[in-house]
Structure formats: C-alpha cells, structure tokens
C-alpha cells in the first residue's frame, strides 16, 4: 500500500461526512480532492519527484506542511482519475509544472489547480482551465476589502442578506480562483474581475467582457470557490 493509498482512505471518509454541498464542485469539474491538513502522515519518503524534493527541501516547516498536502491531493486525484497505473510510485507522479510554481496531474495535459487555507487543502482537475481557492473566514478579508471591493460589489453584498465577512471573504477567493484559471496576476484579477451576480452556491464573474461561473460553497469557518472556463 503506498502513501496516497492511506491517505486515501482517510480522505474519502472526511469528504463524504464532513462538507455538505461538496458534491455541488465536484458536479462542475473533473475531480475534486480536499481533506483536513491534520490527516496527513508525517512520512515524507517515497512521496515526492526529484524536483518536488528539491522544492520542498528549500521551504520552511509550515510551506513545507502546505506544499505537501498539494503534492499528495494532486497524486491522489491523478490516481482517481485513472491517469496513473496501479504499479506508478507516487514518487514518480509529477505534480509541479515545468514552471515549478503551477500545479499538474502528471503528463496528463489536464487542467487542475489547488488551493491551501491553514486547516484544509483542495486540488481539482479539470478538461478546461479552472481555479480553486479556500480561504478561512476572518477579519483580514473584512479589513483589506477597500483593496479589492468595487463599490458595485460592496453594494452587491449588502442587498445579498449574506454576513458581510463571509460575502466578503467570498468575493476575495472567487478572484483568486479566477487568476488561476484565467492566468492573470492576482492584482490583475482583483481590478479586472468583477462579481457581477452572487447566489448563495454560484454567482458570475465578469472580465474581459465575459461572463463565466463561480461556484462556491462554506464550511468549517472557510469558503471555496471553483472558477471553471468552460467552452460556454
Ligand atoms: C498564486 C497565488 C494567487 C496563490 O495564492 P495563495 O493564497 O498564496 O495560495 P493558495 O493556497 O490559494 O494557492 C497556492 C497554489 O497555487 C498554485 N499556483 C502558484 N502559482 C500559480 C499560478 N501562477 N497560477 C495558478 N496556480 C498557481 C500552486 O500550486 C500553489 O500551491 P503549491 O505551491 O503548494 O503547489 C499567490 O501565490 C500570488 O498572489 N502570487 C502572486 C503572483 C500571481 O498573482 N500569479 C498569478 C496569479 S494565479
């Protein structure tokens, strides 16, 4: 049994229990994996590619803790997904893209992305660019909201009848999600992006004169959010 298998198990009963409305992103993606950072094992061996190690080694102990639970989420989804044969070691499936800053499911040409917050962590595939951010709900979002609020979006909030903090953290990741599906900067994102319709399990996006979907859901103090570029 390799070290995803074990995770795997863990995994698969944390998802099932733990986030109702889970089902809703896994519904517009390829594959969904996100579990508790706590159930990680502390064993690196036989884990990680030769250039993942080298990443990792140059981390500190937390971006450590982070970048490994994004390695074992995107094995694992690459394993779901059946890209990868039964014999592979995980240290043999890729999960950092050539750039050594992107997510990838091995040599598949899939679109994926994944996202950490303190308590959890999120990888998703796709067959069309996505993004996917989580993000604790706290005061921090509430007290940098003049940075990437529009005064629409602001106003969007209050009519939404949603807790300011939540509507607010919200907003925040949805840009974040769409940077990493769209591949623009983050400050890019929050000028360009703009929340144009938001519901309680999907709002719309604008930019660049489309409009695309954001999925989102809450749980466990944080939000998701799931930004897909389908062919629309
Ligand atoms: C990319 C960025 C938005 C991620 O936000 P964050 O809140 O720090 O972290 P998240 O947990 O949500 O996401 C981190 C993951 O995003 C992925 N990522 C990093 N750069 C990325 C990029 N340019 N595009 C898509 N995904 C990216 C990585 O897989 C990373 O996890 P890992 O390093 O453990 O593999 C952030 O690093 C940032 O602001 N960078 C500045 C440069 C920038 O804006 N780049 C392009 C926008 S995505």
């Given at each position: 049994?390799?070290?995803?298998?074990?995770?795997?198990?863990?995994?698969?009963?944390?998802?099932?229990?733990?986030?109702?409305?889970?089902?809703?992103?896994?519904?517009?993606?390829?594959?969904?994996?996100?579990?508790d950072l706590e159930t990680l094992s502390p064993e690196e061996e036989?884990?990680?590619?030769?250039?993942?190690?080298?990443?990792?080694?140059?981390?500190?102990?937390?971006?450590?803790?982070?970048?490994?639970?994004?390695?074992?989420?995107?094995?694992?989804?690459?394993?779901?997904?059946?890209?990868?044969?039964?014999?592979?070691?995980?240290?043999?499936?890729?999960?950092?893209?050539?750039?050594?800053?992107?997510?990838?499911?091995?040599?598949?040409?899939?679109?994926?992305?994944?996202?950490?917050?303190?308590?959890?962590?999120?990888?998703?595939?796709?067959?069309?660019?996505?993004?996917?951010?989580?993000e604790g709900v706290s005061d921090r979002i509430q007290r940098i909201?003049?940075?990437?609020?529009?005064?629409?979006?602001?106003?969007?909030?209050?009519?939404?009848?949603?807790?300011?903090?939540?509507?607010?953290?919200?907003?925040?990741?949805?840009?974040?999600?769409?940077?990493?599906?769209?591949?623009?900067?983050?400050?890019?994102?929050?000028?360009?992006?703009?929340?144009?319709?938001?519901?309680?399990?999907?709002?719309?996006?604008?930019?660049?004169?489309?409009?695309?979907?954001?999925?989102?859901?809450?749980?466990?103090?944080?939000?998701?959010?799931?930004?897909?570029?389908?062919?629309?």
């Open positions: 049994m390799s070290l995803t298998d074990i995770n795997f198990e863990a995994i698969q009963k944390e998802t099932s229990v733990s986030w109702p409305g889970i089902e809703h992103l896994r519904a517009a993606c390829l594959g969904l994996v996100i579990f036989g884990l990680f590619t030769t250039r993942e190690l080298e990443k990792f080694l140059r981390m500190g102990r937390q971006r450590r803790k982070s970048f490994k639970a994004a390695r074992v989420a995107l094995k694992i989804l690459s394993r779901r997904l059946g890209l990868i044969k039964k014999e592979v070691p995980d240290y043999a499936i890729e999960t950092l893209g050539p750039d050594n800053l992107k997510p990838c499911l091995a040599e598949s040409g899939l679109y994926c992305s994944v996202s950490h917050s303190s308590r959890f962590v999120v990888a998703v595939a796709h067959r069309h660019p996505v993004g996917v951010d989580i909201q003049h940075i990437f609020l529009s005064p629409g979006e602001s106003q969007m909030i209050s009519q939404s009848g949603l807790d300011f903090q939540v509507a607010a953290t919200l907003v925040w990741s949805i840009k974040e999600a769409a940077a990493k599906a769209l591949g623009l900067h983050l400050f890019q994102a929050v000028r360009e992006v703009r929340v144009v319709k938001m519901g309680k399990e999907e709002s719309s996006i604008r930019v660049q004169e489309k409009t695309y979907p954001a999925r989102h859901i809450q749980g466990h103090g944080q939000v998701i959010a799931l930004v897909t570029i389908d062919d629309l």
